[in-house]
C-alpha cells in the first residue's frame, strides 16, 4: 500500500474514534457539566486531525511534484 493511503485511512480512522469518544463523554456525563465539557473538547479534535491530514497530504504532494 502506498503512504498516502496508509495516512488517509488513519487520519480518517483517529477522527472517527475522536467522534465517538466525544459523544460516548458528552453523554455519559449526564448531568455533569464538567464531564459535557471533556466531551466537547474531545470533539473539538474531530477537525483539527482532519486539518493536520490535509496539511500532511498537501505538502507531501508538493514535495512528489517538484
Known amino acids: ?3 498516502q493511503t ?3 485511512a488513519t487520519l480518517l ?3 472517527f474514534a475522536s467522534f465517538v469518544a466525544s459523544v460516548s463523554i458528552y453523554f455519559a456525563a449526564g448531568d455533569d457539566i ?3 465539557l471533556n466531551g466537547i473538547y ?3 479534535w474531530v477537525p483539527s486531525i482532519l486539518a493536520l491530514g490535509a496539511f ?3 505538502s ?3 514535495k512528489q511534484g517538484s
Open 34 to 36: 464538567l464531564g459535557r
Open 60 to 62: 507531501s504532494d508538493r
Open 1 to 3: 500500500m502506498k503512504p
Open 6 to 8: 496508509i495516512l488517509k
Open 56 to 58: 500532511l497530504l498537501t
Open 13 to 15: 480512522f483517529a477522527a
Open 42 to 44: 474531545v470533539g473539538v
